[in-house]
């Protein structure tokens, strides 16, 4: 009998042992975001800086400019914060916020049960819907995805028009790392529609050179959000209360009207 307690009692000190040695190699649990960044005083604000009018880089001053980063200054500011911001392509931008390379993206991200999976997001700060684009001279008429069967329709790499378009049986989807390669491949032929935000249609038939015309909107309402990693429940209670506020006293409406023309910051009743 004593043997046999020896022999448990020196399982359970290896178990102990074991346990501890397991716990020594797994980091300690981060600190809240908020608490993060204000002992730094900065948010290191993600974004793909090729996507007008969102964030791109203005040609006059060569500085980001857009409406995510207006929106991303308004948040920053709101919680007593510097941005910082990181231009990376759309393909991997996820990808380094998983692996913490930055605080936050703010770059049209749609928010989508399988991205929930992995980040936690603000509430929404945009509302739009998919859209076509086609040449001015293009004389077909699609009304549907559908209807662009055995033709090419050009995507941004990784985004969620991508996974709408390849869900088409008989399109071929070309994807692209940025929206001007896509756009201009579209102008000169080689592919035969593209497709994007609404809002960034919109803005493009108003400032764009290309011979480019506004197609049929063929989705369902998209809802974008600021993303980050899980963990921190105080960054994203101050950041919904930030664009809630921004929200209910206009600011965030001016700031979608300044570049859409439009409210893009509720849903369309």
Same mark, same amino acid.
């Given at each position: ?79 007593? /914060? ?9 393909? +991997?931008? %996820? $990808?380094? !916020?998983?692996?913490? =390379?930055?605080? @936050? ?26 859209? /076509? ?9 699609? +009304?549907? %995805? $559908?209807? !662009?069967?055995?033709? =090419?329709?050009? @995507? ?26 896509? /756009? ?9 529609? +593209?497709?994007?935000?609404? !809002? ?70």
């Amino acid at each position: 009998m004593g043997q046999h307690t020896n022999t448990v009692a020196r399982r359970a000190l290896l178990g102990m042992a074991l346990a501890a040695s397991l716990a020594a190699l797994v980091p300690a649990h981060a600190a809240d975001l908020l608490t993060d960044a204000r002992a730094r005083g900065t948010l290191r604000v993600a974004m793909e800086g090729t996507y007008p009018p969102f964030n791109f880089k203005d040609p006059k001053t060569g500085q980001l400019a857009g409406y995510d980063v207006d929106v991303a200054r308004l948040v920053a500011g709101k919680l007593g /914060l510097r941005p910082e911001f990181v231009t990376t392509e759309w393909s +991997a931008i %996820l $990808a380094g !916020l998983a692996a913490g =390379k930055y605080d @936050v993206i703010v770059s049209q991200v749609g928010i989508n049960p399988k991205r929930e999976q992995v980040f936690d997001f603000s509430r929404p700060y945009t509302y739009s819907s998919p859209q /076509l684009i086609v040449r001015k001279n293009d004389r077909a008429s699609y +009304a549907s %995805l $559908a209807d !662009l069967k055995g033709k =090419k329709v050009g @995507v941004g790499q990784g985004s969620v028009f991508e996974q709408q378009a390849k869900t088409v049986p008989g399109i071929e989807v070309k994807s692209y790392p940025a929206a001007p390669e896509n /756009l201009q491949d579209l102008a000169f032929g080689r592919i035969d529609a +593209a497709l994007n935000d609404s !809002l960034m249609v919109a803005y493009l038939l108003k400032n764009s050179q290309l011979p480019i015309k506004a197609g049929a909107r063929v989705g369902a309402i998209e809802r974008t959000g600021i993303a980050f990693r899980k963990g921190s429940p105080q960054f994203k209670a101050a950041v919904d209360k930030v664009l809630a506020d921004a929200t209910a006293d206009g600011s965030l409406k001016a700031l979608s009207v300044k570049w859409f023309g439009t409210d893009a910051s509720r849903a369309a009743p």
